[in-house]
């Protein structure tokens, strides 16, 4: 079982939320709610990992703890993450550009602009981690991958394993799933 302890910090004193699950829902929970919102690494050992999460004026840091057994597949993921983020600054600066960019220059605020950054970003930096995670190397998949729903990926990487040496596409056209991000 993995512990997860939640602390907020949005301008008052916050009880800390605690909670156990899997680790397969531990994971789910990092990689879609925590790293999927622009949640970023800000600790790590080899039994627990911290992730900060900023949603405009809330600041969460949930801390995910377990066994080293346990723990393997968050700490697999987080790695991958922190990979696939290697060029952070950069990307939410041309993120930030092409969302001010708006027709007849009416860019959004520059407040609004610099906390969605992080949350574009953040899924398709989450899912080339969960298939890394999974052993994916493969060009076309991981493009595919990052096109799909979260919720169809994380599907697809769950029958990944009993369906070794079998394409992303090729599962997903099994089960009639399709990309919906261009």
């Known amino acids: 079982m993995i512990e997860i302890i939640n602390r907020r910090n949005n301008g008052a004193e916050c009880e800390p939320i605690v909670r156990h699950e899997s680790p397969e829902k531990a994971l789910y929970s990092m990689v879609k709610f925590e790293l999927g919102y622009g949640g970023m690494i800000v600790a790590a050992s080899e039994t627990s990992i911290t992730v900060r999460t900023r949603v405009l004026n809330c600041v969460d840091h949930t801390t995910f703890s377990g066994s080293q057994q346990d723990m393997r597949p968050l700490i697999e993921t987080a790695y991958f993450f922190m990979e696939a983020c290697k060029h952070d600054d950069q990307s939410i ?4 550009e092409q969302l001010a960019a708006t027709p007849s220059g009416k860019g959004l605020r520059t407040f609004y602009l610099t906390n969605l950054a992080p949350l574009l970003l953040g899924q398709k930096r989450v899912s080339v ?6 052993g994916l190397t493969n060009v076309n998949d991981i493009e595919f991958g990052i096109r799909l729903r979260f919720d169809d990926l994380f599907a697809l990487l769950g029958l990944i394993i009993d369906a070794p040496g079998r394409s992303l596409q090729d599962l997903a056209s099994t089960l009639d799933i399709a990309p919906v991000l261009v």
């Open 93 to 96: 600066d041309q993120v930030v």
């Open 129 to 134: 981690a969960c298939m890394l995670g999974m």
